[in-house]
């Protein structure tokens, strides 16, 4: 671990069950004019509408963006940040999935220091002035970016998914409402639940873990396993939903102080590339990752092999094969497709590794993970997960 740590979260945190109530009178502490970020599917629920109502009742206006479709790009942030300055907005409330609340981010700090938002890859341009305040509600159990401060946008001109991280992208506020999980699909529900997975695993395997992290990212881990085959087999069940929300709320405080690894830096290609969902690619990835590194960082798996077992006495090492084994199994569960199943051809796939591998090492993330792999070994990684099968070797686990 370093000398010291720095560990950053939004000013405040609203969370449980109809805390969604809450926006109109947190609004009214910030702004006058809102622009609300969002999708079609959330105006269909009639969430955005709710959104709108909650905010007239405490005197703050809105305007509406509901461009937002799958992966966040940097059309999507030009698009609602011209209806910002048009409609003279001075507050941003982002309300679905990680999508619109990367999006928001990105306006956010965008509305008040200018630029267009590749010019912050990498620190090339640091934000000088205090972003746009940002209230972040998300309707999806995975992300965790209501308590980040980084935004993943897509630059569309070289189809490269940019990570951007700096203390002003992170939310003013974030409000953490179960309830407005429970419309989430199965399918969404699984994707997003083994993101949140994935968050925790890496904040607590990466080179950059320390003790803040440590503590959040096993509580994420013991919430989201113990609760994710329950909301996906019943998506009513609100305890299961409750308790996923609280994992992957923690699972995004603590890999934004402690970093992902090496799921992160090779999913991102793929999402720009084959437009895969970064919930499901994260997924697609996870054990076959896990595989790879397990050897450099036994007594970190066996921690989280432990979370799956009850068994007594194990080994470290023991326990480490039954943290793979057991998020092989779980994939499997829920029914999370490899790349071949997803429909992507696989001579445009092997085509696309090299470059792949370089935009995922180009990321910085692979670093921090246990065992830093090669190119040769990445490329080997992208390879085997492609038609990665999940059903392998859980007999064991029966």
Request: hydrophobic share 40%; proline share 5%.
């Amino acid at each position: 671990m370093n000398s010291f740590s720095i560990f950053r979260t939004p000013p405040t945190i609203t969370y449980g069950q109809n805390s969604f109530k809450k926006v109109g009178k947190d609004a009214a502490l910030k702004g006058k004019n809102a622009l609300i970020i969002s999708d079609k599917v959330m105006e269909k629920l009639g969430n955005v509408k709710q959104c709108v109502t909650f905010l007239e009742k405490h005197g703050v206006s809105s305007s509406v963006y509901l461009g937002v479709e799958t992966e966040p790009t940097d059309e999507f942030v030009v698009a609602a940040l011209d209806i910002f300055k048009e409609n003279e907005c001075d507050l941003i409330i982002s309300l679905g999935g990680g999508s619109c609340l990367d999006t928001a981010k990105a306006v956010s700090v965008l509305a008040s220091n200018g630029g267009s938002i590749d010019e912050y890859v990498s620190e090339k341009r640091m934000a000088k002035e205090p972003p746009i305040p940002h209230i972040a509600i998300p309707t999806t159990a995975g992300t965790g970016s209501e308590a980040t401060d980084v935004t993943v946008i897509t630059n569309t001109s070289n189809q490269v998914k940019m990570m951007i991280k700096q203390p002003a992208f992170m939310p003013a506020t974030a409000i953490v409402d179960p309830v407005l999980s429970i419309s989430s699909p199965r399918y969404v529900t699984a994707a997003t639940g083994i993101d949140a997975l994935c968050h925790a695993i890496e904040a607590y395997l990466s080179k950059r873990a320390h003790p803040m992290t440590d503590t959040l990212a096993l509580s994420a881990m013991r919430l989201i396993v113990n609760n994710i085959r329950n909301a996906y087999t019943d998506g009513s069940n609100i305890d299961a939903r409750e308790k996923m929300s609280l994992g992957s709320l923690q699972a995004g405080m603590a890999f934004s102080n402690a970093s992902v690894c090496l799921v992160h830096g090779m999913s991102r290609p793929i999402g720009a590339l084959f437009h895969v969902p970064h919930g499901y690619s994260n997924a697609m990835l996870l054990p076959a990752v896990l595989e790879f590194s397990k050897e450099a960082c036994i007594e970190r798996f066996a921690d989280l092999g432990r979370i799956f077992t009850s068994e007594k006495d194990l080994s470290d090492k023991e326990a480490a094969d039954i943290a793979v084994e057991s998020v092989k199994k779980l994939c499997n569960d829920l029914e999370i497709p490899n790349f071949q199943e997803w429909g992507i051809d696989e001579q445009e796939f092997k085509f696309a590794v090299e470059k792949m591998s370089k935009d995922a090492i180009d990321s910085g993330s692979p670093a921090n993970n246990p065992k830093v792999p090669t190119m040769q070994e990445l490329e080997e990684l992208y390879l085997r997960c492609f038609d990665y099968q999940f059903s392998e070797k859980i007999d064991a686990l029966k």
